[in-house]
Each structure stands twice: as C-alpha cells, then as structure tokens.
C-alpha cells in the first residue's frame, strides 16, 4: 500500500484522503480552460494541527502540497501543476470569533463566503464583509491568497487589505501568527507590528493560511443598486472620477458586453447606494445623480438606467452558461481608470477575433486609484474549439494587459511569466529568495510565481 | 468505452460546478448536498458527480465501484435542482438516475444496490422478508383490507416492515378510523410502490412494479389513494401517470389537514409540547408541498411550532432518499446527513422532531440516538403525534 | 410610408386647445396654447416640444379626436428634440429587438391573451377568469416579438415604432386569432389607437383586458364576495389611448365590492408614475419625478385607500415599493379580481 496515502488516512480520516481516480479526477480540473493537473492525492484537512502534519509529511516525503478552497479561481491556480497532494480546506469552515464593537470576525480560511454572508445576515444584521462577486462557495482563504476584491472595494479597498491577522501553517511546518494576535492580544490589527505577512497574493505557495481575522463593515439596512449609462466609453474615467470624489457609493462598477444587443455598446455603471433610512439614501441619490451626473444628464450623453434595484447578496452569476456550454473563464487585471475606453476597445477585438461575444467589467478599487478590468470569454465545455478560442483570447489579453500598463490579477502560469519577464530583477530575485527561504523543498504549489532564473 | 445511450449527453457539459447546489435556500453553509456534507470531497458534490459520470459515460473514466457508490451516494433530494441557477437544473437528478440506468444495463452496481433490487423482485420489497409477512403491521387494528371503501390506504414497504414505521401505519391507520375516513388496505397483496426503484435507476423492474400496481389497483377499482411516505406519493403522482395509471393521490398529511379544518379531528388531546418539522424531500422540494404538515401542526393545541434554520426548499435531506435508507452509503458519521439534521433540530430547543416520512422517521430516529439526544429530543411522526 | 392621419384644421378651429391648457405639467393659458399648438403643427420649435414629460394625456384631452400627443413625439423626432439622454434611447431602441430565435407559432382557436412583453407575468392570468383564453407570448424568450413598441413614444422615436409594428401585427395575425384580449393597456391602445392613426391595418379584434374581466366577472358573480377594500387606481399614461374603456375601472370595482376612494389625482386628473420622467433630460427631471409620487402617492393615502391597483407593470414596478411603503398594498388589477372571487393571487 501506499505510504503517504496511508500516513494521509492516518491524519484526516479514511473517510477523507483519497489516491481513487475519481478524486484525482475532480481534483485535476478547474472550471476554467486549464488542461487537467492530476494529483497523487486528495485530502481534506479538518484542522490546522492536521495541516502540519500532512506539510510535515509532504517535506520529508518530497511531495509537492496545493492549496485548494472553491477552486473558483479559474485560471488553474489550485491545480496540481506537479502533483503531490491536493489539500482541500473546505472543512475548515468554522467561524472562531467575532467582535462587534471592534468590527472583525475570525474565521477558518476554508470558509465559504457564502456562510459568512448568512452568518452575519442572521445574527449581525449592521454587519458586512466584502464580498467578491465569485459563487458563494469561494472561500475567504482563497480570495485572499490572490487579492481578491469583493463589494466594498471602492470605499476600503482589496479584500487582502482588509486583513487584521493571520494564522499560517508554514512550508517547513510550524504554525505562526501575524498582527496583533500573535502577541496574545485580540486580532483586530495587522498592523503596526514589523510586515513579515508574505502569504497574500502568493497562490499558496508560501504557505497555508489557517485562520483569518477580517475586517467587517457597517451593513445599512436599505441597499439598493442604481445605473447609469453612457454610450461613449470615453467618459467613464471622468464619471468615475467624479462619483468617487463624490463617494456616496459602496461599489462602482462599469460594464458593457455585446448580448443581450441593449447592452452592446452601451456603458453601464452600477452604484450601489445603501442607507439606513429613506432620508440617508435620498440625500446619496441626491449627491450623486442630481449632482455629479446632472451635467451629463443634460447634455444628453449619460442618463439614469434604473434605479433602486435589488442587491443580490450573494451574487448569482449564470456566465457559465452563456453558451449553454458550461463554461467561462476572465482575465483580471489591476488597471488605473484611465484605461477603461482602451481595454473595452481592445477587448472587443480580441472577443471578436474569436468569435465569442465580449463581456468587459471594471470595478473601481479605492477613490478610484485602481480597477479590477475583466475580460470574460464563455466557451462550450463540449467543444475543444470553443475551449481553444477561449485560451487563445485569455493568453492575448494577458499580454494586452501588460500592453496597456496593467497588471495581470490572478495570473495563470502563462500570465505569471509574462509579468516576472519583466520584474525588475531584484525584486525577481528577493521574490525568489523568500520563496526558497520559507519553502526550502519547494513543495508548496510548486509552478507558481517560481522564479527559475 | 463512451456511453452513447447516456440520455444527457446533449447537457451534462453545462455544469459548471459553481456549488451553489452545495448550499440551502439561505446560503446558511455548503453542506446541504447530503452527500456532499456527509464526505466533503469534490466527487460527492453535485457538480462534482455530473463531471465524473461525464468523464465516465466519455471513456475517460473507468467503471469502479467507488465510481458507482459516489452516484448512488445522491439521495435525490434536489436541493441542487433547488439551487442551481442554470437552465437545465431541472435535470439534474434525472442525470444522476440516468447513469444509474447505465450502470444497471451493465449490472455495475454497489452490493447494497444490487441486494436492494433484487428483494424487490423476489419479495416485493428492499428488506427481503417474505410477502406474508406484510400485514403484520396491521395485526391487532381495526384496519381493514380493501374492498371498495373510498381510499385506499397504501402503507408502503418502510411502513410494513420496519418496526419503527410500522408504529406510524399502525397510526395513520387508527387516526383515518377516528375520523371516520372510508378506506382499506392491501395488506400481503401490497409491493413496493417502485419510487426508489426508479431512483435507482432500474426502469425495467420499475416498470414490472408500476404495472403490476396499477393492474391490481384497477381491477379493485381503487379511485382514490392515501398514502403514509411521500415516496409513494410521489410515485403514484408522477410515475403511474406515464404507465397510464391515473388516480386521485394524497399525502396523508394533506388528508389529516384537510379532516381538521373539517373538524372531523377534533378531540385531539392537547400536546404542551415545542415541536419543530423535518420536511421530506419527496412532499416538499419534489411535490411542493410545505404547508399541509405544518397545518396539520399548527391546529393542534398546545404545540408551539418553531422551525429550523433550512426548512422547506431548504430542508436538509435526512439522507434516506435514492435507497439510501437501505443502502446506508451516507451512514456511519458524524457528518451523515440525518446526525447533522438531528443536531440542528435539537438545536431549536424543541422537544418533538415531527416527520412526514417513514424513511426520515427511521432515519432521524437512529440519528438522535447516536448524538445522544434522546433524553431531549424525540422523533415522532405526525401519524403518531395525533394518535398520542 | 405610415403617415400619421393629424388635421390641421380641427385644431385651428379648436376653441379650447384642451390638449395644452390641461396638460398637468406644462402651465399654459389658452392664448399661449394656441400659438404653440400651431408651432408644433408647422414644424417650428416649441418649448412644448422641449418640456413635455410624455405622458400620453393629450390624447385624451384632445376633444375631436385628433392627435396632439403622437404629433408631439413625431415633431420631437423630426427637430431632435429628444426627451431623453441618448445612451437611453440608443438602449431603450436595442431592448425591443428580439435575438433569442424564432417564436412558436401555433394557432389559437378562441381568443387569445396577448402578454406582450410581460411572459414573466403569465402567473397572473391563472384561474377561472382567464379560462378559455389562449396565452399568447408566455415565453419570454421569444416575447419581444410581440412587443407593441409604443413605448417608443417616450423616447422621441415615431419611426421605430412604424419600423416594426407592421412585422408585430402579422406576428400576432400568424396564430390566426379572430380576438385579443392585451394583457397590458400599451398592447391595446396600439392596436385601436396608434395603428389606425398611422395607417396600419389590424387583422384581429382587440379587446381591452378590463372590459373582458368585467364582463368574465359578471359571468362569474356568484362567486364573488365582496372585498370591502378601500382602493385606489393608479392610471397607466397608455390608458389615455383607451379612455372609453376607463369606465370600466369602475364597475369592476362596484362589481366586486372595492370602494374606490374619491381623491384629486383620479380619472382625467391621474398622475403620471414618473417612472420615464425621472430619466428624461429636463433640469430637475429626477426630483420632479419624485415629488410627483410622493403627490400621487399622499393623495392616495389621504383618501384613505388600502388598497393601490396597478394596470401597468411598469407603473408597478416605479411606485409600487414606494405605495408598499406607506402601507398600503399594491395588487394588479387582476389579482384583486381573483381574490374577489376566491381564488388564491400570485
Ligand atoms: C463568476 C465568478 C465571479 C468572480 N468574481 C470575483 C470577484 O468579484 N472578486 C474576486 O476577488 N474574485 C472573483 N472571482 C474569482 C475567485 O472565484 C475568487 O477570488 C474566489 O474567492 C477565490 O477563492 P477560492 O476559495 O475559490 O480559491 P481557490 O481557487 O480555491 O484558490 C485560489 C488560490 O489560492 C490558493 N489557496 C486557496 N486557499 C488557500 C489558503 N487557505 N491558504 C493559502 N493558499 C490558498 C490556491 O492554491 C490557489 O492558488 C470570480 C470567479 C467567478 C467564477
Ligand atoms: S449543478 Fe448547477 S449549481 Fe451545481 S455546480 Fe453544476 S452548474 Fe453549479
Ligand atoms: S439530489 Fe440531493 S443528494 Fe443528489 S446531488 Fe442533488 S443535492 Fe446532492
């Protein structure tokens, strides 16, 4: 028999570690357009303790360790490039903490966002966190592990940023703490302590974040999402320019996409406008629409969609079904808002150039110092040449980002290099460094942000 | 080798295993797959099942039992159905039954599977005990065997032979004879009703069942039928239909509703009791029905109703569903759906977990005793609620 | 080719010019109204054209039967005078064109009920009121084949409407109906007021859907208890193409036992539910649109009504939260119907 696959049993319970085809299977494909990575094996952790042991294991046995949350990332970045075991840390779902007064909560990093969501909906209504737009299956862990960023961005920023501690499970395998948690006082600072957090936007590949304080913020009871349209895509800087001065949103969206034929062309943005009371909303409204955007309204180039719409919390997205072909993957990246016009125009290209209708979204991260630019392209899961369209158009637009001063979010291998082609080489090698300095055997997530020079 | 036959291939592609079949109604957390919550592992999941019986019925996969104890781990219960937001959601479990068709085809099947499958077709029902023993249940009732009264009464297998719902027949029975309902059973002459069967995935036995079923029904002239599990009920609503087997069909609870707004129920004594509901899959997410048993409930005095946090549409299956009752694929854990179910109804602080189901009956009741929650809570059916 | 059918000469000699002296929005004396009016009919710029808030009631002021309010859509066109920003218009344009396939045509025997572009609300036509009817456009994939397209008409777009209502009529005349009963008072209008008016010919009978459920309730009397409910009717702007058919609010109600509330803002009086308003280019539109339904929406309450009842989905969809608010219940005019005869509403 197997000797990890029984040390593995040994750790997480017969009923939770597998080397059967039908795990490796499921484990060796992300939803996205990445070829099938199989693992050795699978196995579901229960606690931190448990995740020692098996990175313990993985060390003396040489045998590479991936991370593995909702698997939602897309972009293959939870498939076992080389692999080893896949850990996935859905059992990990507790909710440990949380301090109202203080605003945290603290959380197993297997945690689903959509647990926490109706957590905090059932028992602290005035209570939010930022919630990504993925399936509410995304774990907090994983969002964080790639700087995600959900529906507070444009007031408070990335979801990673939004971090009060940490506790990691090491690639040599001791348990460590960051922020003020690790000096016994309560976890609700990263902060001021020396920065040595060097696990977010790693992909976990420098180590396995167990458990998370995140910040929580003020959830108003009337929330209600209201849109603006212009045709010119040109004018979507300066209008996000002015509503963020303006600030009365909670999340900027703006976003066009060629089906249905209404939207093509036509720019959106979406305001979340959330208040307490009708007066706090109107008075929002009333800075906003009767304010910033009047001037548009009146000159005929931007007009008022549609307003009060209901949130959904969470977010349900039937993308992957726009080809009634199961599948659809995006490029991210981190753009300034001056790009907006330039990466629709030239995402459109590159959709139509592959036949695939195009879908462009940027959500303003900040008082619009930055943008989550996305460019999604469907494909049908049945049909290898819509999936190679889609690989094809996801690889041009990583280089487009790079084109267009961006940075690529969430990058796949294909996208990593391409950025780390162009790292100032010290930093390149100070990444490289800290990777060999933390994971001396390079079992965590090997493939990823691996510096080879 | 690829399945061409497999029914589903023109949509089984469009899964994109997004999970949000994993959560109940209120998103409350990602276990309310069953099978999923009981394992916890990609592969148990909805998506996860749709993609391996994919790869399987593709030729990517080979047939292994694990293969097919993942597909007969889904219990049918259709939260995902429930849940999913794409188009073809309504066919999900028809894909999961569809490759059990196959796997029976090429009799590639789970030992329990292959054993349940073969009682019904020696016995008339999962437990292999013999046909005669069928009306033991009835034994010392004024229950009498069907000769044209207005109903028939049909107990199903669960309700004649296991002896904990057979306390639940013996129930319904006593309550129907209270209210002076005109109904009969079929005592040795009564098979399966074939629901599970179909779940199963195995059409030619399910049809040998539902044919015989309806001969014997027509030719008693049974017009209109009360039955005890909402499995039959199901059954008897969706599947008899198609063989051209049309009768009047009703839940239990929907008749007990029914008598008590009547007031032809009405000195029931008065129960001083917290209760709260576990909805059963085939009456509530399968035929929508989420108010009967709660009427029913709620007119009783003294009970106060209190609900657990996934309820209706968003019920946690006790894992029964699909054979599973028998198979036992989910059992054997703390994560096996009915435990998890027992502690959440414990939860509620009540004192009663009241079922519709002979199956959630035996189920949640073995559940509550492993948790050790026996000296707080008991499992009673409705049936027995009334009748106490 | 589709002209619209306006004589000049009827308002020359018109001596009241109702259609602008009443207008509820604009303030105009009778003697500016008479200098704009032929403004507008010369195709000269008019600060009507500029300030109408396109609520369709001119065409019910109108005494003699012309049409004032088509002719002011058609004279915004031809100068530009659009009432809206134009990303909406380029939107709103887009949002008719149907791209989902091909819709399944069967034919009706009977008469049919005509969702338009409201499949989404087939729920509403359940139960014995609408039995014996055939739905037409229940899937809304394919509904914006059936789509009047009169809304166009808050958006300056005359010609869109002539573009593609010809195709709509013979997709509807394709099932072969002799009768139909519109779901929506827009569908209804468009088939007995803006076809004839533009030349359009319509090959079925349309029947407005108030007059068929008065006249299915009346069938249906027996079952009917009376509601006992103080209501109010919230008037849809495509009503005023249809103001014969008005009469029929109230009978319904007195046939079902809903009292309907005397208030200001009723009848020929009705305000408009600033759904379009909000949008429209105008300095102020939005805070206009607002403080006309907080009006509308006081006057209500004032009257004490319980009850607010919708015809438009579109008006439902603007006011109804806002009604709710206030307590009192919004309900299509349809639902109230069945619960008076018992039946359980959507
Ligand atoms: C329809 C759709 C919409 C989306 N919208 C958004 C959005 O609005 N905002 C957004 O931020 N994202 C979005 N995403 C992307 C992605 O789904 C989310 O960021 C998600 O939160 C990732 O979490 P996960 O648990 O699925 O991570 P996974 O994909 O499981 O993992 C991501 C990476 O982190 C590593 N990892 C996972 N858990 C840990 C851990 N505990 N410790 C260390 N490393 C770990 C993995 O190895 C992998 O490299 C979207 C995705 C989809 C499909
Ligand atoms: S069944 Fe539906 S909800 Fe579940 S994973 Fe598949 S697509 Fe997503
Ligand atoms: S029917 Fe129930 S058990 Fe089967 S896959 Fe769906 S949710 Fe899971």
Not at chain 3, 266 to 277: D, F, M, R, S, Y
Not at chain 3, 324 to 339: E, I, N, T
């Amino acid at each position: 028999m197997d000797a990890v696959y029984q040390a593995l049993v040994k750790i997480v319970g017969e009923d939770y570690a597998s080397n059967r085809p039908e795990e490796l299977f499921t484990y060796s494909k992300d939803l996205g357009t990445s070829e099938p990575k199989f693992p050795d094996y699978v196995a579901a952790p229960k606690t931190a303790e448990e995740v020692q042991k098996i990175i313990l294991l993985a060390n003396k046995k040489k045998v590479p360790v991936v991370p593995l949350g909702g698997g939602m990332s897309l972009a293959g970045l939870a498939l076992p490039l080389q692999g080893g075991i896949a850990l996935d840390l859905k059992r990990m779902d507790q909710i440990i903490e949380l301090n109202e007064k203080a605003r945290y909560v603290v959380v197993e990093a297997g945690i689903s966002n959509g647990k926490l969501t109706a957590y905090l909906h059932k028992h602290y209504p005035h209570l939010m966190h930022s919630e990504p737009g993925a399936p509410p299956a995304a774990t907090i862990g994983g969002n964080i592990a790639i700087h995600g960023q959900g529906d507070m961005a444009h007031p408070y920023g990335f979801n990673s940023d939004m971090v009060n501690g940490m506790e990691v499970v090491l690639p040599t395998g001791e348990i460590c703490k960051f922020g003020s948690c690790s000096i016994g006082s309560g976890w609700y600072t990263l902060h001021p302590l020396p920065d040595i957090g060097l696990f977010l936007g790693w992909n976990g590949s420098t180590g396995i974040i167990t458990k998370i304080s995140l910040r929580l913020f003020p959830c108003k009871k009337i929330r209600e999402m209201d849109l603006f349209v212009v045709e010119d895509e040109g004018l979507i800087p300066d209008l996000l320019y002015e509503l963020t001065h303006v600030g009365m949103a909670e999340d900027l969206i703006a976003f066009t996409s060629a089906i249905p034929p209404f939207m093509d062309g036509v720019h959106h943005i979406s305001m979340n406008i959330t208040g307490d009371t009708e007066e706090e909303m109107e008075f929002k409204r009333h800075l906003l629409l009767d304010g910033k955007l009047a001037r548009y309204i009146q000159d005929g180039t931007g007009g008022i969609g549609a307003v009060s719409q209901d949130i959904q919390r969470p977010q349900i997205s039937k993308s992957a079904d726009w080809k009634k072909g199961g599948g659809f993957e995006y490029v991210g990246s981190i753009m300034p808002v001056t790009a907006y016009p330039e990466c629709y125009r030239r995402g459109a290209e590159i959709s139509t150039r592959h036949n695939i209708p195009y879908t462009v979204l940027g959500r303003v991260i900040g008082s619009a110092h930055a943008m989550m630019f996305s460019w999604s392209y469907a494909f049908n899961r049945a049909d290898p040449e819509t999936v190679r369209h889609a690989r094809e158009a996801l690889h041009e637009t990583d280089s487009l980002v790079l084109e267009l001063g961006g940075t690529i979010w969430k990058p796949a291998v294909f996208g990593q290099k391409l950025m780390m082609d162009r790292m100032d080489s010290n930093t390149l090698q100070m990444m490289k460094k800290v990777k060999n300095l933390l994971d001396p055997n390079g079992i965590m997530n090997p493939g990823n942000w691996e510096v080879n020079e | 080798m690829t399945r061409t036959a497999y029914k589903y291939n023109d949509i089984i592609h469009r899964c994109f295993r997004c999970g949000y079949c994993k959560f109940p109604t209120n998103w409350d957390d990602v276990n309310n797959c069953p099978a999923y919550a009981r394992f916890r592992l990609e592969s148990y999941s909805a998506g996860g099942r749709l993609w391996l019986i994919r790869a399987w019925v593709n030729g990517e996969l080979e047939w292994t039992e694990h293969l097919a104890k993942i597909v007969y781990a889904c219990a049918a219960c259709k939260n995902c159905v429930e849940k999913c937001p794409l188009s073809f959601s309504d066919e999900i479990v028809n894909m999961v039954i569809a490759a059990k068709n196959e796997m029976v085809e090429l009799g590639l099947l789970p030992a329990p599977v292959k054993s349940f499958l073969k009682n019904i077709q020696l016995h008339g029902n999962p437990y292999g005990i013999s046909a005669k023993k069928r009306s033991q249940w009835m034994e010392g009732t004024r229950v009498e065997t069907y000769s044209n009264q207005e109903f028939l009464y049909y107990v199903g297998c669960e309700g004649s032979y296991d002896t904990r719902a057979q306390q639940a027949a013996r129930a319904l029975g006593e309550l129907l004879l209270k209210a002076g309902v005109s109904f009969g059973v079929l005592g040795k002459k009564e098979i399966t009703d074939g629901n599970e069967v179909g779940m199963m995935g195995e059409d030619g036995l399910l049809e040998w069942v539902v044919e015989k079923n309806i001969k014997q029904f027509k030719e008693l002239g049974v017009k209109k039928i009360i039955t005890l599990s909402p499995h039959s009920y199901n059954a008897f609503k969706s599947i008899y239909p198609k063989f051209d087997g049309k009768f009047e069909v009703f839940h239990y609870t929907q008749i007990l509703s029914d008598l008590m707004k009547k007031r032809k129920l009405s000195d029931l004594k008065e129960i001083q009791k917290k209760v709260t509901f576990h909805d059963p899959c085939f009456l509530g997410r399968w035929n929508k029905d989420y108010d009967s048993p709660r009427n029913v409930l709620k007119s009783l005095k003294g009970i106060t109703l209190v609900e657990m946090e996934r309820n209706k549409k968003g019920a946690l299956c006790c894992g029964g569903g699909g054979g599973n009752f028998y198979t036992d694929i989910l059992g054997g854990s703390e994560d096996s759906p009915a435990r998890i179910r027992a502690r959440e109804a414990a939860d509620t602080g009540a004192e009663i977990l009241a079922v519709a189901c002979p199956n959630c009956l035996t189920m949640l009741e073995d559940a509550v005793k492993a948790e050790r929650l026996d000296d707080k809570l008991i499992v009673q059916d409705i049936s027995e609620i009334l009748a106490i | 080719m589709f002209q619209l059918k306006f004589d000049e000469t009827k308002c020359f000699a018109c001596e009241t010019n109702d259609c602008l002296t009443k207008c509820q929005y604009l303030k105009i004396d009778p003697d500016t109204a008479k200098i704009e009016i032929k403004k507008i009919i010369n195709k000269k710029d008019s600060f009507v054209l500029h300030e109408c808030v396109t609520c369709y009631a001119c065409e019910e002021y109108c005494p003699t039967g012309n049409h004032p309010f088509y002719l002011i859509v058609q004279r915004q066109e031809e100068l530009n005078i659009l009432p809206l920003p134009d990303p909406l218009i380029k939107r709103g344009i887009r949002i008719g064109i149907p791209f989902r396939g091909e819709p399944d045509i069967q034919e009706i025997k009977g008469p049919a009920l005509n969702l338009g572009v409201f499949s989404s609300l087939a729920t509403l036509t359940r139960g014995k009121l609408f039995e014996g009817l055939t739905l037409m456009s229940a899937d809304s994939r394919k509904m914006f084949h059936y789509f009047c397209q009169l809304m166009y008409l808050h958006f300056g777009r005359i010609s869109v409407i002539n573009e593609r209502l010809e195709k709509i009529i013979e997709t509807i005349a394709a099932h072969k109906v002799k009768e139909v009963v519109h779901f929506h008072d827009e569908c209804y209008g468009t088939y007995t007021s803006y076809a004839p008016a533009f030349g359009f010919a319509v090959p079925f009978k349309s029947i407005h859907l108030f007059e068929y459920l008065y006249n299915r309730l009346k069938e249906l009397k027996s079952e009917i208890k009376p509601l006992n409910f103080k209501v109010a009717y919230q008037r849809p702007c495509s009503s005023r193409l249809s103001s014969d058919k008005y009469q029929f609010v109230d009978k319904i109600f007195d046939l079902i036992g809903a009292e309907h509330v005397k208030r200001e803002y009723v009848g020929e009086n009705a305000l408009c539910c600033g759904g379009t308003i909000l949008g429209q280019k105008k300095k102020g539109s939005r805070q206009f649109s607002l403080d006309l339904q907080k009006k509308n929406i006081d006057d209500m309450q004032r009257a004490g009504a319980q009850i607010c009842v919708f015809n438009c989905p579109a008006c439902m969809q603007t006011i109804g939260k806002p009604v709710a608010k206030k307590g009192m219940m919004p309900v299509f005019m349809s639902d109230l119907c069945r619960l008076a005869i018992g039946e359980k509403t959507s």
